[in-house]
C-alpha cells in the first residue's frame, strides 16, 4: 500500500517573515499533514536540483505535494502558499478563493513582499519552537 502523500513547504529559512508563516501554518494544522523545510538545507536543496529548479534563489517557496512521488506536482509563489493554506482545511481553505486573482496580479504582490521581506521582517533568529513536536514536521537534512 502506497504511504500517505507528505505535503511539504519549502521555504527561506533565513526570512523572518516566512518563518512566521510557517509558525502560523504549524498551529492551524490540525491533521499534522505539512511537512517543512528550508529551502538553504540539504533536502530542499536536492528537490530544487532534480527539478532544474535555482538553488540561489530563496525568495520564492515551493509547495510539493508529495514528497515521496519524484512526479509530484509542485507549486511556487502565490499558487504554492494557497495549496499549502488550503491542507488546513476550514475555515483557511477558503482562501484558496484567492486563486479567482489573476496569478500574475497575485505573484507580483508577492514579489514586491519578498523583495522587502529582510527590511520588513528582518533576519530569523533560530529558537526552540513552542510546541516540541512540532520538530519531526521539519525534514531532516
Known sequence: ??????????????????????????????????HFAPLQGEPAQH???????????????????????????????????????AELGPPWSRLAILRLIPRFLRDSAYTLVARTRYAIFGRHQPKALSDPQWERRFLAP
Open 1 to 34: 500500500m502506497p504511504a500517505d502523500p507528505l505535503p511539504v513547504l519549502l521555504y527561506d529559512g533565513a526570512c523572518g517573515l516566512c518563518n512566521r508563516v510557517v509558525l502560523f501554518l504549524l498551529r492551524h494544522d490540525r491533521r499534522n499533514q505539512l
Open 47 to 85: 528537490f530544487l536540483r532534480s527539478h532544474g529548479l535555482p538553488t540561489a534563489d530563496f525568495s520564492t517557496l515551493v509547495f510539493v505535494r508529495d514528497w515521496h512521488d519524484p512526479r509530484s506536482p509542485w507549486l511556487v509563489r502565490t499558487d504554492g502558499a494557497l495549496a499549502a493554506v
